[in-house]
């Protein structure tokens, strides 16, 4: 790079020192850069990391006198640990949801020419980001109070899959599409019945697909808090996000211990899974998968 | 036996794909169906499979009319190109999935399984996925599993293609015995011609959807039906010239040839003779073609040796297929001089039969 | 060719569609549907007009365009998302995934990790995590400030929850740019740098006009979900006096808060246009990026 610099301005040893410097400067800035943004990124997340485990928690951060005591004061609540028996009942009745509805609108869809498909994809992926849990909150609220599904799992179920389901049903196609037609043919001319070739071939061969569009599902369910908060009075049936929302907002100084542990438990699954995914399939881009 | 009546498959958007077809095969017959791409072939063995329905026409396999039952009901088993091992299974379920799907107790299926798969030196295996195979071993386990079924008839969809060069001719030589020993029924697609030759008892030379003929190997190369045939078979291609006869003679680019029986002064022709069947001499000759050599190929054995002629009726390339140490130098004068009892002749496309 | 290869039927695959689309029409098509339709009327949450709701025509529309709070809130909004998403995600993640690029090993995985935890952690954890760290008396930022009693929450609400976005949600552009510099052939940059191209240059030159495709996707995903998002009612609520009342959370505020369901259908259907605006785009963008692929 600094052969080429062939400049009337100085002997070409000055011109070298420069640039030595300059790539300096560029290596030091670069070095910089990255740790204050790492910093940046760090600093709210330290206090989850410390509070749980500090024998007197604090809302500062410090270093933590260790104990795990403040573990007990979730048996304490009688929420915290009925919230997340109702996080995973949600979680994982969605999950199951998506995963069954999407994997058989995908197929179909993917595999028979159904007159105006393309049109219906294209309208699902639209509505899908245009119709958020913002824009519709006032026709869900009023819509589940008159299904009488106000105070149930399944009205937060449902609203959730419904607003899952297509970009579940898009990405799965993709994936179904991307499987060889001739597996399905071979096993038709072996005399397979269309259920025992979804049983025996499609469904083995795209479980890979299956398990992201589970995990996704079971990740945004987790973590969301609109739908819940307006379709649930009952604390008892409210999910983690909720509880949690609940206990630092209710009047009286927040119980530190308490708020710090379940953060923590909370967070446990969602970051779980997002290593098993990224670990066992790669982390794959699903062109804005989380919303 | 095969048999196909007037069979035809028009695709949404009016292309017909097979065209009124008509065609038997026989028992235990090895048979190719040979054809550019796009000349319908593929979609001709899907018909057969039953993986297309027919828009007209019957498909008759044994004594059975099946043109409108189910593929899973023909009895027929089909390797795909890609072979459609499915990778989730080992080898051992992949041979034993048909068996399964007839429900088939698994002890048995098991058993079948491996039975098959040692015929095909496939033991050492078994407990391995598709992804842990060569492109061989892969062809050989879609083989077992068509073969572990026994069913009337195998269709195979272009079984060669994905293999390299070198595993293409070892398979060409164990699928024709394997062929032969389990004598059933076979039909099978490819682009190739030499893969057809080599394999085939008969072929069936298929272009937009029609046969174009039908004959064994040596019938469909020493005496292709028409141009189309004679340009598509055959490794060097065919030397085809336009000629006329003129005065009891056949002039074919400044050569006077012998005339075959058949013909009439003032026909135009087209005249037809393999590289192969084609002399070069170094002196001149009236009954040859005389010309420049422009290219010489190398073809290991042999030299395909290009003239350029120029006559009257334009200028032509002619080719020649020498022995090797006999090939001329590029740039000197040389005539071609044609085996007259391989001469084909074609008028209106057709061959001109005496 | 291939029109049916599970030889499934169009009866069967009907079959196989439409409970998935039952689903979808009745939780998001219809909502939205019903959403034209609430916006039109007086309804309440309770009272007399919950009971009988009037078509009251364009009223609401007309109010809320005359609302001081509505303009504040829409304004408040555009800050949000220029500041937030525009100005601070894309630029911070761009800015990540230049750095590193091209880098392997710890350093890069521990960066990366922590914005991606930002991303995933649920919304709940993380506006606790925020109004930790902004405490007032004892939060951590004035400790390490040495700031006390500083209250960013109640003096820069706003500015502490458009900082607060693009810690959140940085992950996706910084994921988004770095495989969109993978796409970027070394021997581009190299044959700039050997020219003495400098940074901004390499950058100006050949990097933005390369990816300039990720960028506008990346623009246009971010602006609509950071316009819907609800995340900063968790911290703020919207408060203190409506200062930080972006979009969500006023029609929140205004619907299920003091119950003017009607009212808040009204907005909700303007959110709805928007975000319509937004995502036509951004698939005709993608549709003509397939279509130069293909």
Not at chain 2, 50 to 61: A, D, H, M, Q
Not at chain 2, 272 to 299: C, H, I, K
Not at chain 3, 233 to 250: C, D, H, K, L, N
């Amino acid at each position: 790079m600094t052969v080429q610099d062939r400049t009337a301005e100085g002997p070409p040893a000055v011109k070298v020192e420069t640039d030595r410097v300059r790539h300096a400067v560029a290596v030091i800035g670069r070095a910089t850069f990255l740790a204050v943004a790492g910093g940046f990124f760090a600093l709210p997340l330290l206090w989850l990391a410390t509070a749980p485990f500090d024998l007197h928690p604090t809302i500062t951060t410090s270093v933590p006198e260790f104990t795990l005591r403040n573990f007990r004061a979730l048996l304490d609540n009688p929420y915290v640990l009925s919230s997340l028996g109702n996080s995973v009942l949600q979680a994982a009745a969605s999950a199951a949801l998506v995963v069954i509805l999407a994997a058989l609108a995908a197929y179909a869809l993917s595999r028979v020419r159904i007159p105006g498909r393309d049109a219906l994809l294209y309208v699902l992926l639209l509505l899908s980001s245009v119709v958020t849990g913002t824009a519709a909150m006032v026709p869900i609220f009023e819509l589940a109070t008159r299904l009488n599904l106000i105070d149930t799992h399944l009205g937060v179920v449902l609203t959730l899959s419904g607003g899952l389901l297509p970009a579940a049903i898009f990405i799965l196609k993709d994936f179904m599409d991307g499987t060889p037609t001739s597996y399905e043919e071979s096993a038709r001319v072996f005399g397979a019945s269309p259920l025992q070739i979804l049983r025996h071939i499609v469904v083995p061969v795209i479980r890979p697909g299956l398990a992201t569009i589970a995990v996704w599902s079971v990740a945004s369910v987790w973590g969301s808090f609109l739908t819940p908060f307006i379709l649930l009075r009952d604390p008892a049936k409210a999910p983690g996000a909720v509880i949690l929302y609940t206990l630092y907002t209710e009047g009286g100084s927040p119980r530190l211990d308490l708020i710090s542990t379940f953060s923590l438990l909370y967070s446990l699954p969602v970051v779980l899974m997002y290593v098993f995914v990224s670990r066992r399939y790669g982390f794959r881009f699903h062109g804005g998968i989380k919303r | 036996m095969i048999s196909l009546h007037g069979l035809t498959k028009e695709f949404p958007g009016g292309v017909r794909a097979v065209d009124a077809l008509d065609l038997e095969i026989a028992d235990g017959e090895f048979f190719a169906l040979l054809g550019p791409s796009g000349c319908g072939k593929t979609t001709l063995l899907r018909t057969i499979a039953g993986l297309e329905t027919p828009t007209s026409g019957r498909i008759v396999i044994g004594s059975a009319d099946v043109t409108g039952l189910a593929p899973g009901r023909r009895d027929v088993a089909m390797v795909f190109q890609d072979y459609a091992l499915y990778p989730h299974m080992d080898v051992t379920a992949n041979i034993a999935y048909p068996l399964r799907i007839k429900k088939v107790p698994r002890a048995e299926r098991e058993a079948k399984a491996a039975e098959t798969a040692s015929r095909l030196s496939l033991s050492e295996l078994l407990a391995r996925r598709p992804a842990q195979l060569s492109g061989g071993q892969q062809q050989r386990v879609a083989l077992a599993r068509a073969i572990a079924c026994h069913p009337k008839a195998f269709l195979f969809d272009e079984p060669l293609s994905n293999l390299d060069a070198r595993m293409r001719l070892e398979a060409r030589t164990f699928l024709k015995r394997l062929q032969r020993e389990l004598a059933v029924t076979t039909v099978f697609v490819t682009h190739d011609q030499g893969e057809a030759l080599a394999m085939a008892d008969r072929i069936a030379v298929m272009s937009a959807g029609r046969i174009m003929q039908v004959g064994t190997p040596s019938e469909v190369f020493q005496r292709p039906a028409n141009t189309f045939v004679a340009s598509f078979i055959g490794s060097t291609p065919m030397n085809l010239l336009p000629g006329v006869v003129k005065d009891g003679t056949l002039r074919v680019a400044g050569a006077a040839l012998p005339l075959a029986p058949g013909l009439a002064d003032g026909d135009e022709i087209v005249y037809g003779l393999r590289p192969e069947y084609m002399d070069l001499s170094a002196s001149a000759r009236d009954d040859a073609f005389a010309g420049q050599v422009s290219v010489v190929e190398n073809l290991g054995t042999s030299f395909l040796v290009t003239l350029e002629t120029t006559s009257d009726s334009g200028d032509h390339l002619v080719q020649a297929v020498v022995p090797e140490d006999a090939e001329p130098a590029p740039g000197t004068s040389a005539w071609a001089v044609p085996r007259h009892p391989r001469a084909l002749v074609y008028r209106d496309g057709e061959l001109v039969v005496a | 060719m291939n029109t049916d290869a599970a030889g499934l039927g169009r009866t069967r695959a009907v079959g196989f569609v439409l409970p998935a689309l039952v689903l979808i029409g009745v939780f998001l098509i219809f909502p939205a549907l019903w959403t034209i339709y609430l916006g039109l009327t007086d309804f309440r949450l309770t009272g007399l007009a919950a009971a009988n709701p009037q078509i009251v025509g364009m009223d609401n529309y007309t109010a809320a365009l005359g609302d001081e709070r509505f303009r504040t809130s829409l304004w408040l909004t555009v800050q949000f998302v220029l500041g937030s998403a525009i100005i601070g995600q894309v630029g911070l993640g761009f800015s990540i995934a230049w750095a590193l690029r091209n880098r392997t090993g710890p350093v890069k995985r521990a960066v990366e990790g922590l914005v991606l935890l930002a991303w995933i952690l649920p919304s709940s954890v993380v506006a606790f995590l925020w109004i930790a760290l902004l405490d007032r008396d004892q939060g951590t930022l004035n400790a390490l400030l040495h700031t006390p009693g500083f209250a960013w929450l109640l003096d820069h609400p706003m500015l502490s929850i458009i900082i607060f976005n693009t810690w959140r949600g940085t992950a996706f552009s910084m994921m988004l740019y770095g495989a969109a510099l993978e796409s970027v052939p070394p021997s581009h940059l190299e044959t700039a740098r050997l020219a003495g191209a400098s940074t901004f240059q390499q950058l100006r030159d050949v990097v933005f006009p390369r990816i300039r495709g990720h960028m506008l996707t990346n623009l246009l995903l971010i602006s609509l979900w950071t316009f819907n998002d609800f995340t900063s009612f968790q911290i703020t609520a919207g408060g203190p006096e409506g200062r930080s009342e972006i979009v969500p959370v006023y029609i929140y505020n205004v619907a299920l808060g003091s119950g003017q369901l009607g009212f808040g259908a009204a907005v909700s259907f303007l959110v709805l246009i928007i975000n319509l605006v937004l995502a036509l785009v951004y698939l005709r963008l993608l549709r003509a990026r397939r279509g130069v692929a293909a």
